[in-house]
């Protein structure tokens, strides 16, 4: 699945499913995010020990962006949020193309389930 900001430009998304994948997330992670990832069914997150700024983006059920947060950086808690289905962290300046209200434009892989 990825993100579509324009015709051009995709940024891939990876889902972690598994609670040591949730736990780990992008912890003491260096290199340079140039991905992103979901969180599903998750109603809160933490930066703490992320070693790279993100823009955080959290949706309900149909993708529609309620909160949204550009440049966060490390040790900030974001307490649970009513209504929140899914959570993704994107590199910096992705969330700038996007407002709250907005449906996020999602897409599967040609060949994906």
């Known amino acids: 699945m990825y993100l579509k900001i324009s015709n051009k430009k995709k940024i891939d998304i990876i889902i972690l499913k598994s609670f040591w994948e949730k ?6 992670n260096f290199d340079k995010l140039n991905y992103g990832i979901k969180f599903p ?4 997150i933490s930066t703490v020990f992320l070693c790279q700024r993100v823009d955080i983006i959290m949706t309900d059920k149909n993708n529609k962006i309620l909160y949204l947060y550009s440049n966060v950086k490390s040790e900030k808690y974001f307490l649970p949020k009513f209504k929140v289905k899914d959570i ?3 590199p910096l300046e992705t969330a700038k193309e996007f407002k709250v209200g907005d449906i996020l434009p999602i897409e599967k892989k040609k060949g994906s389930k």
Do not use: A, R, T
């Open 88 to 90: 993704y962290l994107f």
């Open 41 to 44: 069914n998750k109603k809160l």
């Open 23 to 28: 736990l780990k997330g992008l912890k003491f």
